[in-house]
């Protein structure tokens, strides 16, 4: 196709457009387990040049750059219904580099003439720019597990699709994909086997990017796939303003239909509630995301970050030392993440807080902390076509497999020839035993356990009686303590009541119900332990109507007097962002 290109630097005309909006830039490298967060701070896009700034505290920048060249997302926030969420990506951009001072970098940029670029096996890559959408569904084990993405280029070679960071727990470099499908917003689909040649984590919302192979190709697929690029190229062209052919629009592959502009509408909404968190929830989150990045690594890269992974522990307990109730109502607003992240980021927080309490100078709370993230990262190093997915129901079989994970963790940790320090390594490796010797992986009795190890046991067993796990119920904290309580031979008493004097009967972030009929989400208790401060998100005799009010405890009249804790599930209640 002949694309007509008197603009004179193609990728800056996209670049002014997305710049002018609410945006991100993120500089990444497949060899790096975080991106850098980057700031425009000169631009001469007609040049085509726009210079970065960034904050590194690093050794070194290497990792970052290549043969003096960086690549970076830019990507543009979605506040209000109608707005398109624009994601770009732009690689091997020739970089000058200057140090400003210890730990401030301006990166001179040249940017491209054309938006197009070939992939590695020297096929035109096409971007999808400016709105261009098109669906990807990955069948990862045959019949068994099902993914779903969106495509940000595509070539005859191949393509990049964007996952969750969830969901890529369950991919692999070198993995063959049985069946990919490219799903365009007319409903037309194109499907292949895969292989993914690279994976990467994407911008700084949670997803990582996973690099396709088109493999085994019949010769009839191969011409449809050369028409479907040469579609979307032609639409890139049209929507940079490159395409002076007036003769024709949009390619009719990307005018959605019916069903694409339902979901694109569902994907809005859920997009402008993720836009509107608190600081310090979106530092929560980010270690959870963090995490799922660094298994990335261990999994794709054979390395373990190991100055990410302690930035994350550093991260979580300057936070619990600037505000820990702050904190404790932020870790509620983890139930969409995954439920080993989940559950590793708010026991480590738990255990952090109390030791924090005990002494807050200790060396080995750092090391503690770390081993409380790491613990539950076996799981989904086990995930295969016998055990396809962490969320599903399990059977017998494979909860046994998956008991396996401590086992699993510490054999790639070995592999990798990552040596945790022993207070790390204790949790890691014994966070499972019981005093009688019931737990697993090796049924260690309470004479050999540490006694971090006796405290995190009771901080994970009320954890996991007071979250809904393989389809049981969740149990309210007064009955999780009564639980806990009588099973006296597998846990420790005093340190129960060491974790009740430090969270409460009514922990913050639990979900209260009042005398008058309200269901309010506690933000903060008083020195007895009782709430003094809510969120009201429902009346029970209007059943269809949601709130939104802060009361203080000289308010609590309007709503009457608190009757105790209840299941969210059980009145259809989601946590909406407040924190």
């Known amino acids: 196709m002949s694309i007509h290109t008197a603009t004179p630097n193609a990728t800056s005309q996209i670049l002014k457009s997305l710049l002018h909006?609410?945006?991100?830039?993120?500089?990444?490298?497949?060899?790096?387990?975080?991106?850098?967060?980057?700031?425009?701070?000169?631009?001469?896009?007609?040049?085509?040049?726009?210079?970065?700034?960034?904050?590194?505290?690093?050794?070194?920048?290497?990792?970052?750059?290549?043969n003096d060249t960086i690549c970076f997302d830019i990507e543009t926030l979605r506040h209000g219904t109608g707005e398109e969420e624009q994601i770009y990506n732009i690689e091997h951009v020739p970089a000058h580099v200057t140090k400003i001072d210890t730990c401030t970098y301006h990166l001179e940029c040249q940017l491209s003439n054309s938006i197009f670029a070939s992939d590695n096996r020297g096929a035109l890559r096409v971007p999808f720019i400016l709105g261009m959408q098109a669906r990807a569904h990955l069948n990862v084990f045959l019949h068994e597990l099902y993914l779903e993405g969106k495509v940000r280029n595509l070539s005859v070679g191949g393509c990049l699709v964007y996952v969750s960071l969830e969901d890529s727990m369950?991919?692999?470099?070198?993995?063959?994909?049985?069946?990919?499908?490219?799903?365009?917003?007319?409903?037309?689909?194109?499907?292949?086997?895969?292989?993914?040649?690279?994976?990467?984590?994407f911008g700084s919302h949670g997803y990582a990017a996973i690099g396709i192979e088109f493999i085994n190709m019949s010769a009839t697929m191969t011409e449809t796939l050369f028409h479907y690029v040469s579609e979307s190229e032609f639409e890139a062209a049209f929507r940079s303003g490159l395409q002076d052919n007036a003769s024709r629009v949009k390619s009719r592959l990307f005018i959605a239909d019916a069903k694409e502009k339902k979901l694109q509408y569902k994907e809005e909404r859920e997009q402008i509630q993720n836009t509107q968190k608190s600081p310090l929830l979106r530092g929560i989150q980010e270690i959870a995301h963090q995490l799922?990045?660094?298994?990335?690594?261990?999994?794709?890269?054979?390395?373990?970050?190991?100055?990410?992974?302690?930035?994350?522990?550093?991260?979580?307990?300057?936070?619990?030392?600037?505000?820990?109730?702050?904190v404790k109502y932020a870790l509620a607003f983890l139930h969409n993440e995954p439920e080993w992240v989940r559950h590793a980021v708010q026991v480590a927080s738990q255990l952090a807080m109390i030791l924090i309490s005990r002494d807050p100078h200790n060396s080995q709370t750092r090391e503690a902390v770390a081993g409380a993230l790491l613990h539950t990262m076996g799981k989904p190093l086990l995930i295969s076509e016998k055990l396809p997915s962490l969320k599903m129901h399990m059977s017998p079989s494979q909860t046994e497999i998956l008991k396996g994970h401590v086992q699993a963790l510490d054999h790639k940790l070995s592999s990798l020839g990552w040596a945790p320090s022993p207070t790390c390594r204790d949790i890691i490796l014994n966070a499972n035993e019981r005093l009688d010797g019931s737990g697993y992986p090796d049924g260690k009795t309470a004479d050999v356990l540490s006694e971090r190890v006796r405290l995190i046991s009771v901080i994970k067993i009320i954890n996991k009686l007071t979250h809904e796990r393989n389809s049981q119920q969740p149990r309210q904290p007064l009955?999780?303590?009564?639980?806990?309580?009588?099973?006296?031979?597998?846990y420790e008493k005093s340190l129960l009541v060491e974790y009740i004097q430090h969270f409460g009967l009514y922990p913050i972030g639990s979900l209260a119900k009042f005398s008058n009929g309200f269901l309010a989400w506690i933000m903060d208790v008083d020195a007895k332990g009782m709430p003094c401060k809510v969120n009201v998100i429902k009346n029970l005799s209007f059943?269809?109507?949601?709130?939104?009010?802060?009361?203080?405890?000289?308010?609590?009249?309007?709503?009457?007097?608190?009757?105790?804790?209840?299941?969210p599930s059980e009145y259809d209640i989601h946590m909406v962002n407040h924190a």
């Open 21 to 66: 909006k609410d945006h991100s830039i993120s500089i990444f490298s497949k060899e790096a387990a975080y991106a850098i967060e980057a700031t425009a701070i000169k631009t001469d896009l007609d040049g085509g040049k726009i210079t970065l700034e960034i904050t590194y505290s690093g050794n070194s920048l290497s990792p970052y750059l290549k």
């Open 170 to 201: 369950a991919l692999t470099v070198n993995q063959i994909l049985p069946v990919v499908t490219l799903e365009f917003p007319n409903s037309d689909t194109f499907t292949a086997e895969g292989r993914i040649r690279h994976m990467r984590p």
């Open 292 to 326: 799922q990045v660094i298994l990335m690594f261990i999994k794709s890269k054979n390395l373990l970050p190991e100055e990410s992974l302690y930035e994350c522990v550093d991260s979580l307990l300057y936070m619990i030392n600037q505000d820990q109730k702050v």
């Open 479 to 490: 009955d999780a303590y009564r639980w806990v309580n009588d099973l006296a031979s597998l």
């Open 543 to 567: 059943k269809d109507t949601s709130i939104d009010t802060v009361l203080e405890n000289n308010d609590f009249t309007q709503i009457g007097r608190l009757e105790g804790t209840v299941n």
